[in-house]
Nanobody, 133 residues
Framework: QVQLVESGGGAVQPEGSLRLSCAIS????????MAWFRQAPEKQREAVAAVSVSGRDTFYSRSVKDRFTISRDNAKNTMYLQMNSLKPEDTARYYC??????????????????????????WGQGTQVTVSS
């Protein structure tokens, strides 16, 4: 059973930075497309960034593009989210998610379906990020 554990959240002032990590166990991380979702109080969970199995393809939501960087180290079974220039509206609980990426076209399908949370099989418990002065 694949398990995902997030770390690195915390409280930071506006324009500050944080780096989230997602450790994968129970399976080879290189078999899964990975993503970061976030959910703010009374809002729907949304995908903010995703990375393909190989790490060559990435996705960013408009709200975080040019501020956040997603990456993965398959040798360490770990995914990262570097968050710079943080804004109060980035305050949310951030979740790591994974979905099998071994079938042809699986990444393209995620793009076409706009990275719906229902397309991701495994989820972590989340880590809280609070941006406030």
């Amino acid at each position: 059973q694949v398990q995902l554990v997030e770390s690195g959240g915390g409280a930071v002032q506006p324009e500050g930075s944080l780096r989230l990590s997602c450790a994968i166990s129970g399976g080879a991380g290189s078999n899964y497309h990975m993503a970061w979702f976030r959910q703010a109080p009374e809002k729907q969970r949304e995908a903010v960034a995703a990375v393909s199995v190989s790490g060559r393809d990435t996705f960013y939501s408009r709200s975080v593009k040019d501020r956040f960087t997603i990456s993965r180290d398959n040798a360490k079974n770990t995914m990262y989210l570097q968050m710079n220039s943080l804004k109060p509206e980035d305050t949310a609980r951030y979740y790591c998610a994974a979905t099998p990426g071994d079938s042809p076209g699986s990444w393209s399908n995620l793009i076409l379906r706009r990275f719906r949370q229902g397309d991701f099989t495994y989820w972590g418990q989340g880590t809280q990020v609070t941006v406030s002065s």
